[in-house]
Structure formats: C-alpha cells, structure tokens
C-alpha cells in the first residue's frame, strides 16, 4: 500500500521526462528506496508478524539490487549511446558493451576492501550488496560531511554578509547597463548584416570585372567587422549573466537576512548552533555515549539530508536539463538515490539500539559492517574538511568582488 | 533610419518551451543550431518596418527580452528577474503545446510581468483567481505562441487547438502555433508572419502613439 503512494508521488516527480521507460524507473526505484526505510520503521514498531517483515526484506533487496545493478546503468548507457550520433545504428549493442564494462568496474571496486569472507559465491548477495554498500558509503559521507559544515554555515547569522538595498541597486545597474550594451552592439550587427544584404542586392546588378573585386573588398571589411562586434557581444552576453547570478546572490543573503530577524528565524538559527556543535563533536569523537539519543538524531539528520538531497537533485535537474540528456540525468539521479537509501540503511544499522540490529543482519549477511563504519567516518572526516577549507576560501573571495563595485 | 526611443518586448514563459529558439527565428530568420539553458536574460533585436508599403513607413528596431526561468523560482530570483520588466510595449507569451501546465503557468507569468503577481510563495494559482478585468486596463498588447506543435499526434490537433483558442480569448491576444525548428512557419506571407507584423505594429503604434491605431480593449467579450 505505501508502495504504490510513493510510486505515485514520483511518478509526479518526472512529469518532465518524455519518456516512458525512464520515468517507470525511476519511480520504482524510489518507491523501493522508500519501502526500506518503511520496513525498518516497522521492525521498531514491531507493526505486521516478523516471517511478513522477513519475506518483505528479502524482496524489497532483491529487486532494488536488481535494478540498481542490471537495469539503471544498462538504460544509462542505452540513452547516452543514443545521444552520440555516430553510434546510433548499433545503439543496443554499444549499449552492451557500455554495460559489461560497468560490470567489469564494478567487480574490480570489490578487491581493495576488506569486504567479505572467501566463503561466498560469486553471485551472492553479499557479493553485490557489499559493492554497492561501498559507493553508497563513500557518497552519503561525502555528501553530510558537506551538508554538516555547509548547513550552519548557510543558516548561522554570524556569517551572513552585511547587504544593503544600494549594493543590491548598484549591482542592478551594471546589469542593465550591460543589457543596454548588448542591444546597441545588436542592433549594429543587424544594421549592418541588413546594409550588406541590400549592398549585395545591389552588387548583384553590376557585372563584370570590377564589380566582382568590389563586392569582394566590401563585404569582407563588413564581416569581419561582424566577427569583432560578434565576439564584444559574446563577452558582455557572458558578463550579464555572471552579474545577473551574483544579483541573485545579493538577494537570497538580503532574504536571509530578514528571515534570520523573524521568530522562526531565531528558532532555526538555534538549531543551527545546536546542530553545528554535534556535527563538530561527530567529527572529532567517535564513542556515542546514549544508543537511543543518537540513534534519534541520526535520524533526523538523515530525513533532513533525504529532503536536502531531493530538493538539491531537483534543483539541479532543472539546472542542467536539456532535451537531449533529462533522459541520462534522470537514471543517474536513480542510480545515486538508490545507492544513498540502501548505504543509509547499513549504516543506520551502526546507530540502531541493539533488539532491532538482529534482522538487519539477518537480512544482509555476514558483512563487514564495522568496515562501512570506519569507511564513513573517514570519508565524512576529509570531506567536512575540505569543505571547510572551500567555503573559507569562498567566504574570504565574496568581500572583495563586491568592494570593486 | 532608426529611431532614438527603445521598443521593448518581453518573452516569457516556462522553461524548455522553445523561447530562445523562437526569439532566435524572428530575429535571424534561421533556426537555432543548439539551444541551451537561458541564465538570466538574453536579448535580440529585430529589424521591423512600420507600416510597410505606406509613405510613412519607418525601420525600428524591436528588442526582444528572453527572460529565462520558472514560476516556481526562489524569491530571490524573481525579485532579480523583475528589474527587466520595466518599460515594457509588448509581451509575447510562449506555451509548449505538448505541456498543459506550461499554458497555466502562463496566467502567473503574466500577472507577475505586469507586476500584479499575488503569490510570492510559488503556487501554482489556479483558473480562478485570474482576473480578467486587470488585463481590460493594461495597454499592454499581448501575443500567444505555441511551440511543438509537430510533435502532436494528428488526432489530437483539434482538442489542442480549442484548448490554445481559450487560451487567446482569455489574454484577448492573437495565437500562433509553431514548431521552432521549421522556418517556414514564419515565411513572407504566411498568415504567422502576418499576425507576427501585426503584433509588433501594436507595440510600435503604442509606443509612437498614433491615433489612427488606438487600440480598444473595453467592452469587448463581456
């Protein structure tokens, strides 16, 4: 039953995507995702019998890994074959071959790790799980390590930069000055190409020996003008829109700004301080002291970046789409969202009081699990990091592109 | 030849409906060889003859403004967006045909153009809450595209284009329905490239002021 609401509700999701194939897999792959972290929901609450629980799991695992593994990065490969034009003809056997290679990869990203026991088979669903889990954890960490310096960095009034109404006004002037730059170039390149085609009408009457050298002389000082004009046109198009997203900029951190003085913003701003210190105190220690507290926690902190990520996906889906590759976005986008919702459940396995531990295990096998824990707290450790370096950096560059205005 | 006062032009509409392909077809006479995602605002200019074949016929240049983005956009977009709105003579609304919610969002489009929009929030406001009467006092003159129109299926051409004819009544503006990617929508003498001329002498009579061209947008459909 929740399978086919959020079946639905992605289905919402793609109302971009043209075609069928792609927007059916990337619904079920959601709706998938989403059924787990309902299961694991259910083991708490102890909600159905557990034989119904245990077949569920097992199903849910199957099919997600099915897809993740055989379906998406097969029709990945399909769409982006489709789109390189030389290819075309052999689209499925490229396809396949695109394939196998992504499996060879794949199986290769196994060896490095200390993953599993040699008493698997090869086909096992430790096997691809463990894979799997390995991309999964290498995102998702990368991904909160960002999230963790980024978010008190974003809501902390503290950082906020002072702007004003007149650095908001300046900026917009420079830009329609810009615009206004452009038409008037515009209008010289259109009055000129227009000046050519009746000179050319014109040339066209005269015959003979130099009215050949004529026209040539002239319409060659008139394009290469055009290519001059043409390029001055190309740079300010360029500037317009870096001034026209800096504008934009100005604007969001005014909005903050005024938000941060409201009621809910005071409160946000709180949580901010609150969540920075225990994003700081998970970078630097490594014991959790209260199982339940930190496993509440954690939770919050993983609705909060699901909702962070599929508002960011969205967000950068509509950025970069174009006709031919929303298609390639949309399956990469299920590929990522897959493995971030089933990495996330191994490593909410690490943060789950121990009763509730036992059916994940049942369920995955004998993994390794203290080597995703480790994995992620690296990754999530150079990741904050580093983006604590990148926001520095960026923080210190924006004071003084505005001081030039 | 060209006259000093600026003759402005808005395109708006949804994203990924074939605004910058179209602006790219009237104003170059060419198809656009690869559209891409308009950041901000990108102008063309084009050559239109006033009142062609008359004695007073005059060149102008008509600048038209490919204002990019969605409805739905953060605050802090739409506020930067409504710098270009000012001083408008014209506006052309773009739908894509295939797209039922690209021609709703057109009703937000232009309420937010014409700076009367009432939601800031970004949600979709329905049918209901459009006001007509707003647009009997704008002198605004408006112009209705549809793009991709080749990509409907023959059977269901007829229920597009009573849908789009709603569309015209409701904005009272004149439609043109297209495919970007074929020149010959607009070719010399076809009934497009005529209504096209004829939207744009709108816009040029508006501005100049003519009395002879006074436009009469009262008492009309009521």
């Known amino acids: 039953c929740c399978f086919f609401t959020n079946f639905t509700v992605s289905l919402y999701f793609c109302f971009q995507v043209r075609q069928y194939v792609v927007q059916v897999v990337f619904s079920v792959t959601f709706a998938f995702s989403c059924t787990m972290f309902e299961l694991i929901i259910f083991e708490i609450l102890g909600a159905l019998s557990s034989t119904s629980r245990y077949f569920h799991w097992k199903l849910n695992l199957y099919v997600i890994l099915l897809v993740l593994i055989f379906v998406v990065p097969f029709y990945i490969g399909y769409f982006v074959v489709s789109n390189i034009r030389l290819l075309h003809r052999q689209r499925l056997l490229f396809a396949c071959m695109v394939w196998f290679t992504f499996m060879y990869f794949f199986w290769k990203l196994g060896d490095p790790f200390p993953i599993l026991s040699p008493k698997h088979g090869i086909l096992s669903i430790e096997q691809l799980i463990s894979r799997v889990g390995v991309i999964g954890v290498t995102l998702m960490a990368l991904l909160s390590g960002f999230g963790a310096v980024n978010c008190p960095y974003t809501y902390m009034s503290y950082f906020l930069r002072n702007v004003t109404e007149s650095d908001i006004l300046a900026l917009e002037r420079r830009l329609l000055q810009t615009m206004d730059m452009i038409v008037s170039k515009k209008k010289r390149i259109a009055m000129t190409r227009r000046q050519m085609y009746q000179r050319g009408e014109d040339q066209n009457k005269q015959t003979g020996f130099w009215g050949m050298i004529k026209s040539v002389t002239s319409t060659q000082t008139g394009s290469e003008n055009l290519s001059l004009i043409q390029q001055e046109v190309d740079a300010l198009e360029e500037l317009s829109r870096q001034l026209f997203l800096e504008t934009v900029d100005l604007q969001g951190t005014k909005e903050r700004i005024e938000y941060s003085k409201t009621f809910q913003g005071k409160y946000f701003n709180f949580l901010g301080y609150f969540f920075s210190i225990y994003c700081v105190w998970k970078i630097f220690m490594v014991k959790f002291w209260s199982q339940h507290i930190s496993f509440i926690l954690v939770g919050i902190i993983i609705v909060t970046s699901i909702r962070g990520l599929l508002i960011t996906l969205t967000k950068f889906f509509y950025a970069i789409s174009s006709s031919k590759s929303s298609n390639v976005i949309v399956l990469v986008l299920a590929q990522i969202m897959g493995m971030y919702f089933v990495s996330s459940v191994l490593l909410m396995r690490m943060s789950m009081p121990l009763e509730y531990r036992s059916i994940v295990t049942e369920v995955l096998g004998e993994l390794q699990f203290n080597f995703y824990h480790r994995w992620f707290d690296v990754i999530f450790l150079v990741s904050a990091l580093s983006s604590i370096l990148f926001l520095y950096l960026a923080h210190k560059q924006a004071p003084e592109k505005h001081m030039t205005l | ?222």
């Open chain 2, 1 to 222: 030849m060209a006259s000093l006062d600026r003759v402005k032009v808005l395109v708006l509409g949804d994203s990924g409906v074939g605004k910058s392909s179209l602006v790219h077809l009237i104003c170059q006479n060419q198809v656009l060889g690869n559209p891409s995602w308009t950041v901000g605002c990108s102008v063309d200019v084009r050559v239109q003859d006033y009142k062609e074949g008359t004695p007073e016929e005059k060149t102008f240049y008509i600048e038209l403004w490919d204002v990019g983005g969605s409805v739905g956009s953060a605050s802090s977009i739409k506020s930067t967006r409504a710098v270009f709105y000012n001083s408008v003579n014209g506006i052309i609304l773009v739908h894509d045909l295939t797209n039922k919610k690209s021609s709703q969002n057109l009703y937000r489009w232009s309420m937010e153009a014409l700076n009367k929009d009432s939601s800031p929030t970004g949600v979709i406001v329905s049918n209901g809450d459009y006001d007509r009467e707003q647009f009997v006092e704008s002198t605004v003159p408006l112009l209705l595209i549809g793009t991709k129109f080749d990509q409907i299926p023959e059977n269901k051409r007829s229920d597009v284009l009573t849908r789009t004819a709603f569309l015209s009544e409701d904005f009272n503006a004149e439609e043109i329905n297209l495919d970007c990617t074929n020149p010959r929508y607009f070719a010399a003498g076809t009934s497009n490239a005529v209504k096209l001329s004829r939207f744009f002498d709108k816009t040029l009579s508006g501005k100049i002021g003519h009395s002879s061209t006074i436009f009469h947008r009262t008492g009309k459909r009521y």
